[in-house]
């Protein structure tokens, strides 16, 4: 996920007021029901401590979806007296549910705000591979690519392989899918160049047409999991557990920040001082950075701040083996050009 749109989160104090909201199920409540859970919601953040105007702020906002044509759900972020974010969900959250915090509690966005991605997927069989582009691209075609095969499968993979170089060239997809048994598709991803192979993935067999929709989350969360897998082998050029992730953040060596939300370490606290890359593990750790007060905040909404305030990137890898993907949830893919 790309984080530019969460910089507005990244310049004010806080604290902040974070609500996620099933949009759909609110819209189809009674009026009642709705003015008592826009009333809830306020309450809530009052007990928690939240001041009257940004209460109010979050209530007004909450009332106006009633007149909103958002199909699945809204998120809120707000501090000082006003709903600073409110960006769409792509999933509805279980559920209505309020933070009051140092942070806004971003780190949800990830699995519920995840734009779908455009994809070029390959369906592999023994006679050949139908590409296609999904959702529907700007010629929103179809072509099959047959397999002359000589002497077994390599020739066929080879050619599905060009095939896909040069659908790629015109479709400019996030990413490459390959359908089909574990063989077939290892064959074409180990010929695709390397710059497209790492963008390549394979749902299996079962994901047929209007099926990839399902697969896709746990099928892309696997290869993250395994692209960072691949990178900690190397030695440095991945990340995890929070002391090393908190020392990125701080040298603002995080390219892409892996969470896993069940994991550990996403809710274990770390210190923050006001500036994103002010951040520690021990409390006097900010201070060293020139932070005034450091509170403590959720390991995963910091390090979000602060790889969004850093121009990184973020994905989920919920649903991943924990063995593959970041001991504890979270992990990073590191740059050395900071």
Do not use: K
């Not at 915090?101 to 023994?126: K, N, S």
């Not at 099959?144 to 002497?151: E, M, N, T």
């Not at 047409?209 to 892309?220: D, F, H, I, V, Y």
């Not at 403590?296 to 850093?310: G, I, K, M, V, Y």
């Amino acid at each position: 996920m790309d984080l530019a749109f969460l910089t507005p989160l990244c310049d004010r104090p806080g604290p902040w007021a974070s609500v996620y909201v099933d949009a759909a199920r609110h819209r189809a409540c009674t009026a009642e029901e709705r003015s008592l859970e826009s009333l809830a919601v306020q309450r809530a953040l009052a007990g928690a401590g939240a001041d009257e105007a940004t209460c109010h702020a979050v209530r007004m906002a909450f009332d106006e979806l009633r007149h909103a044509s958002d199909p699945v759900g809204r998120a809120f972020f707000a501090t000082g007296g006003e709903v600073v974010l409110d960006p769409p969900l792509s999933t509805a959250p279980p559920g209505t549910s309020v933070r009051w915090a140092a942070l806004p509690h971003i780190a949800p966005l990830l699995d519920l705000a995840g734009a779908e991605p455009l994809c070029l997927v390959a369906r592999i069989g023994r006679d050949g591979a139908d590409i296609t582009l999904e959702p529907d691209g700007p010629h929103g075609t179809e072509r099959h690519v047959p397999l002359w095969i000589a002497d077994g499968w390599v020739p066929g993979a080879a050619e599905i392989a060009e095939a896909l170089v040069r659908c790629q060239a015109g479709a400019r997809a996030d990413l490459v899918v390959l359908v089909g048994n574990e063989a077939e598709c290892a064959a074409v991803r180990e010929r695709l160049p390397a710059a497209l192979r790492e963008r390549a993935l394979r749902a299996g067999s079962g994901a047929g047409a209007g099926r990839l929709g399902a697969a896709l989350p746990r099928a892309r969360a696997a290869h993250e999991a395994e692209l960072f897998a691949a990178a900690r082998s190397r030695g440095e050029e991945a990340a995890e557990g929070v002391p090393a992730l908190v020392d990125a953040a701080r040298e603002h060596r995080i390219s892409q920040l892996l969470v896993r939300a069940d994991g550990p370490d996403a809710h274990r606290p770390i210190w923050v001082g006001a500036e994103p890359d002010q951040v520690g593990v021990e409390r006097d750790e900010p201070a060293v950075l020139g932070a005034r007060d450091a509170v403590p905040a959720r390991a995963d909404d910091a390090l979000l701040r602060c790889a969004a305030a850093a121009g990184a990137e973020a994905v989920s890898v919920a649903g991943s083996d924990p063995a593959t993907g970041p001991a504890g949830g979270l992990g990073a893919l590191l740059r050395w050009d900071a």
